[in-house]
Structures are given as structure tokens and as C-alpha cells.
């Protein structure tokens, strides 16, 4: 990182006004906060600070203070900083926790071309830093939300892991995947190409809002079914429509509505809108002013089920140009899922379970532009900075490392990150002189060695060797001077 940038260090804690100014008080939702703990405390100072989950609110001021014209730029700044997130169910280890550390920076461009110049030094930078640490094989670039930071994509890198917490979706160009929130994808056509129009049906069936149920009932495998779900897209109402098998990805579906905010319509809301219970949406019967919205995976259906928008009804052997017109256009909203196929190359994606290391979110002038910061140009007129921030996880690094290797007893660390590099113990009382005589050469020779002259049994030593995951042990013992190694 100092290739690339400057170490600083900033506060965890910042104040409310800082995460008003950027309207994100009330819109990140793992935003911590702390104040006084009992009313003694309370009672010295009311205030209340944000646990900061990142830092870009604290270091655009911080750095504005630096830059007054284009010679200024670029600058970079990062720093190794605990981060503290409301995680509605930390897991596994280190790889999610509400407190964790986190290597964060933040660079200050002039325009697009700067940007992408320092971005490629940084991702060397990245990937070297994974290489040694044994996680540079596994580990590739991928395209991801932008979670708050901005409505373009950002990119992740990801090392694959077989408890990981995402899926990966690696199409023909094995160099890069995506995140299965925002993988673009192609249902796989089930439906039989010879199949005729059957009579249309609306049938009674009391009680049938699920695709479970739906399934039960029908006798129709979960493909045959259209799930209609219905929103309120800022503030408009709308109704999408997905083959039964797949789920909706409001990701998606927010980018193929234009929409800032986006929710489903409450139970109240659905009865107002379409006359019918909760359950019972769909492309029949629709009111004109809900805007309707097709997903891909229903364009080729035949012979479907669909709601009617009445309440216990449901269609059966519904088709479009018959029963439906067919949409002026077909979207992709739903969720990938295996088996899809990758819109570009028509080839099935390789669906491998992966765990984040690292990303780097494009953030442009989304902070500059909330607090004014400018620089002037060789014409001596004023223009927005651009602003990237890339983050790595130690401790998260620190759990992937640990569940990549090792074996059926302990960790097996690289060396890099190991405890220590040797590991000495006097097996015998008789050769504690010459085992500290060995530690004492190693450490004069600059070796990051441990001397265990613990008042312990040999085999508990032995077994925290194993656990600390220390590459070599040295024993002195009956037989003289012994050597284990690890890894």
C-alpha cells in the first residue's frame, strides 16, 4: 500500500452532522452508534457519534484541506482502522463480525483518465499483496453491486472458498465473474418447442399463494408457474413478473426501473391496487395504472399459470397473444441461479462458491460534490474531483487464509503471516542451555524465533506448534537437535 499511497490514521468515532451532510444517516443499514452508557455518563456529554463502517465522510474534508489546484493531484491516503457494522447475523468466524479491521483508501483524481491510471497500480498492488499470501491462484477480479457508494457496479476480488458467502458467475471469459446479485443471465428454455395452446382456465383454489402450493395443486413443475410481485418504484406503482422457479433481484430490477427507491406494496396497498388478497397478482386483469414488467424467463412460456388479480383465482393454460399481449420489451430482474447462461456467448456459467477479500467502489464525485471539493485547472477554472476507495479485510483475509489451509488438525500459515518463523523447545531440562543458545544466534541474526520455556508437558507445547501454525519447530530433546516442518 505505500507503493501506492500515504498511511494516515483517522478516528473510529465521527460525528452526526458529518453523516447528515452526506444523507447517509438514515440510509445505511448496519450504521452503529455509541453514547453515554448509564446517565452518569450521560450526564457529563449527551452526544452521540457514529461508529464509523467506513470512512469516506471523515476524509473528503480531511484531504480538501490539501488540494487547491490540479498539481495537487492525484492523492491517496489509507490506514489500517477497525470498523464497526450492524450485521444482522454475524458468522463464521472472523469472515463476518459487527467489530473488524479493515485496510481502507481513498484516492483524489483530477478526471476519468487519472483515475483509471492509479486504478490499475492499485489492483497490481492488490494482487501482489494476495500472491503473498498464498491467496493469489485463487483469486480473481469481479463485477459487484455498489451497495451505497454509487448506482454503477463496483468490483470485488475473490478468492474461491468453499464455505464461502457468495456465488460466483464465471462465463466464457474464465478472467473475470460476477456476483450473482448482478450477473447478467439467460434462463435455460424448458419449455417443449412442440407444445400447442390448451383452453384457457380460471380455476378456484382457495388459500394458493405459493409456488409450492401452486405446483401441489396444478400438477406443473415450478417453471410452468409466473410469480407476479408488486412495487411501489419511488412513487409509482408496478407489477414484475418472473418465471415461478426464479426469485426477483431488486438490484436488477432498480436499474430496469430508473428508481431510487424501491418496495413492495404492503397488503393494504395490494387490495387497493388490484382488488385482490395478498397472493393473487398477476398479469391478468392488471389495473392500467400499475406499469407491468416481464422478465426474460416467461417470454418463451406456454400454456402457463398466472394470477388474475382475483382473489382465490388463478389461471391455467394462459398464453401471450391470446390471453396477454406480448410486451414491447423483456428484461433480466431475476436472480441467477446455476444453470443459467451467460447473455453474451450463450454458454452455461460456472457457478463456484467464493468469499470477498477485497473492493474497490467508483465513487466519482458522488462526496465531492456534498462537501465542495475542487481544484483549478491549468485554465484557471474550477472542477470537481473524482474519488475512488478500495478496502482489503485483514481479519476476514485471516479467516479465509485459515479455512484454505490446513489440515485434518490445525492451521498451516504462510509464512508471512506466521506467529513466528521458528519455534524452539528444550524437551529435557538437560538441553534448555543449548536450545536458548540456539534462539539467542537466531535472534541476533534478525530471525523471528520464540523461545517455549513454558512449564508445560512436551506434548501440549508440541500441540500449540500445530495451532499457531509456526512453519518450523526445533526440538532439543534425547535425540539431540530434531527439526519439524509445516506446510
Partial sequence: MQKVGTEIVMTALSPMEIRKKSDRLDTIDVLMKTSGANTISANKSSNEYILNPTHEDSVTPLVWQWIKSYKDLPISVFQFQSKFRN??????????????????????????????????????????????????????????????????????????????????????????????????????????????????????????????????????????????????????????????DYEINDLKLKKVLNCKTLRMMTEDEILTHTGAQIGYAGPIGLRSQIEFFADDSIANLINFECGVNQTNYHAINANRDRELPRPAEFHDFKLAKKWDIEPSSWIVYDVQPWCEIGNIFPLETRFSDIFGVSYMDETNQRQQVMMWCYGIGPSRIMGVIVEKYHDDKWIIRPTNIAPFDAMIVPATPDAFEEAKKEYLTRLDAWEDVCFDDRDLRFGEKMGDWELWGIPEVVIYGKKGREVKMRG
Fill in 87 to 244: 450485521e444482522a447475523r454475524a458468522k463464521s468466524g472472523l469472515l463476518r463480525g459487527r467489530e473488524f479491521r479493515m485496510k481502507d483508501m481513498y484516492s483524489f483524481h483530477r478526471d476519468k483518465e487519472d483515475l483509471m491510471q492509479y486504478y490499475d497500480r492499485v489492483k497490481q498492488s492488490y494482487m501482489d499483496a494476495f500472491h503473498e499470501l498464498w491467496l493469489g491462484e485463487g483469486t480473481m477480479i469481479t463485477v459487484a453491486s455498489g451497495w451505497d457508494f454509487t448506482d454503477e457496479f463496483s468490483h470485488e476480488f475473490q478468492t474461491i472458498l468453499p464455505i464461502g458467502e457468495d456465488t460466483l458467475f464465471i462465463g466464457q471469459d474464465k478472467s473475470f465473474a460476477y456476483n450473482q446479485e448482478v450477473t447478467p443471465s439467460q434462463a435455460p428454455n424448458l419449455q417443449d418447442p412442440n407444445e400447442t395452446m390448451k383452453p384457457f382456465e380460471s380455476v378456484f383454489g382457495e388459500n394458493i399463494v405459493s409456488v409450492e402450493r401452486l405446483v401441489e395443486f396444478f400438477d406443473i413443475p415450478a417453471w410452468k408457474t409466473v410469480k407476479t410481485m408488486l412495487y411501489i418504484a419511488d412513487d409509482k406503482p408496478v407489477a414484475c413478473s418472473v418465471r415461478g
